[in-house]
């Protein structure tokens, strides 16, 4: 069985002010559960040169894949690439080829702000996929992405085939009791199924239900046994 880890570093003090609400970590959450990818970590760090290359070192190793949220421009605070090159030890360099597409593109605008972004950590590769007009830099298990949302969105959405893992199954429960009144049963449940995925998710203004309930598991056998399970149990209890 195929299992992918994944976390997600978003960049910018833009965000942790509370001036721009990210998006962009929730939009690839849902991404990346769909392909089966198991999202360990969001963290949130300023548009700061040692703390960017200091979640780098503490996240890299941990994950099979890592993707950066942000600080990717031409301005004085879009230091992500030099935070990522630093983290991973590495330089920062300058590449010919989005120096040639930057050049190409901006012409008599062309200034040094611009050919900041055509520097890149030392050995990262390119990654033109679809249409994309500019590529994602990938370095090591690392890929860099614009904190842009329409950006960031056609930027994964053209790349995201290859991250595909083996899928999670789901089976949800809309129950009318309390958590207080179900929480035996679904300590019971996890007792029975310790390897279970299992959420509980209240919803205080709804008629239609007061809980619902996720099971998952990339054992789609092993899911549907603990869906039974529970079932019964509330069944019982709650007459469902």
């Given at each position: 069985?195929?299992?992918t ?18 998006t ?8 990346l559960r ?8 969001i ?19 941990a ?5 950066t ?20 030890g590495r330089q ?81 429960i ?10 035996e049963?679904l ?18 203004d ?17 899911v549907n046994r ?8 509330l ?6």
């Amino acid at each position: 069985m195929r299992n992918t880890t994944a976390a997600i570093i978003v960049i910018g003090n833009e965000i942790l002010s509370g001036k721009v609400v990210d998006t962009n970590a929730a939009f690839l959450s849902r991404e990346l559960r769909q392909l089966g990818v198991a999202l360990r970590r969001i963290l949130v760090i300023p548009d700061e040169l040692d703390v960017i290359a200091a979640a780098v070192r503490e996240l890299q190793p941990a994950h099979d894949v890592i993707f950066t949220s942000g600080g990717v421009g031409p301005t004085h605070d879009d230091v992500t690439i030099a935070g990522v090159a630093q983290g991973l030890g590495r330089q920062v360099v300058r590449h010919p080829v989005l120096e040639e597409k930057i050049r190409e593109f901006s012409g008599a605008r062309i200034n040094p702000a611009r050919l900041k972004m055509a520097d890149v950590p030392e050995g990262a590769q390119l990654i033109f996929e679809g249409e994309l007009a500019f590529p994602v830099l990938q370095v090591e298990n690392i890929y860099i992405l614009p904190g842009i949302p329409d950006l960031f969105r056609d930027k994964f959405l053209a790349m995201r085939a290859p991250f595909a893992a083996d899928p999670f199954f789901l089976r949800v429960i809309y129950t009318r009791a309390t958590e207080s009144a179900i929480a035996e049963h679904l300590n019971a449940t996890l007792s029975a199924f310790p390897e279970l995925q299992l959420g509980s998710y209240p919803k205080l203004d709804d008629s239609d239900y007061r809980v619902r309930l996720t099971l998952e598991s990339k054992d789609q056998s092993y899911v549907n046994r603990a869906f039974e399970h529970l079932l019964a149990q509330l069944s019982v209890g709650f007459g469902l």
